[in-house]
């Protein structure tokens, strides 16, 4: 059974399914890849390392799907494309990622994410649902430029407590930020609409304060939230 692999330095794209389902591997190493396709390493339960270039700038679909034992120092990319649940149920503790970003569809869903910087992104594309479930997620920075939070954003994220206010956003997706624990919210005079479900759920949250720019609340977006004591909210009209 396969234990170690290293690559040679001529290797630039791993192919779809090349090391899916092998269970015992334990260490890879490609010093130059740049592509990861998907279900690359989807399975592989007892992969601990993964050593290699930083400069990945694609990696596909379920790629690292299910890999529990991989990432626990966190990854620090810039340009890349992550496709849909490339790290879902993965044990990736932190991501860094900057310039051009594509992230899709329930990425990093039921990983154990500690801490999200999207900060230094110049061009930001998420699917939805990318960090729902993420259980130990604490903290998120997002970047000035971004203008939308999408759906299911941080949905089940129940230990995330920060996050910064993007000074471009117009928009919080429905249950963006259901069941998470921020205990006050101040949303900014950016944003015009706050989806369905947005909040609901986040049991911790006491405090919220709406801007005169809101011009629609979705339903049950504070549904649940049985410690909200106090609410300031604007005059939204007929």
């Given at each position: ?102 992230i899709g569809d329930k990425a990093f869903a039921n990983s ?39 759906y299911g954003f941080a949905q089940g994220c129940s230990l ?79």
């Open positions: 059974s396969l234990h170690t692999v290293n690559g040679g330095a001529n290797v630039t794209t791993i192919g779809e399914y090349a090391f899916n389902d092998c269970y015992y591997l334990q260490s890879v190493n490609f010093p130059n890849v740049e592509h990861i396709a998907g279900y690359a390493f989807q399975n592989c339960s007892a992969l601990k390392e993964i050593g290699g270039s930083t400069a990945i700038n694609f990696i596909g679909a379920q790629a690292f799907y299910n890999t529990s034992n991989v990432f626990s120092d966190g990854i620090t990319l810039s340009n890349v494309k992550i496709e849909q649940l490339a790290f879902w149920g993965s044990d990736v503790d932190e991501i860094t990622l900057s310039g051009k970003i594509v154990r994410l500690d801490s999200v910087n999207l900060q230094n992104a110049t061009a930001l594309t998420l699917g939805n649902n990318v960090f729902e479930n993420a259980w130990e997620l604490t903290t998120i920075l997002l970047p000035d430029n971004m203008e939308a939070i999408p995330l407590k920060t996050m910064n206010w993007p000074k471009s956003l117009k928009s919080i997706g429905a249950y963006a930020f259901s069941n998470a624990a921020f205990s006050e919210l101040e949303v900014p005079d950016t944003v015009t609409v706050i989806g369905e479900g947005a909040y609901k759920d986040c049991i911790q949250l006491t405090s919220i304060k709406l801007p005169n720019t809101l011009e629609r609340i979705g339903q049950d977006a504070f549904n649940g939230c049985r410690k909200l004591f106090t609410l300031t909210t604007p005059y939204l009209g007929e």
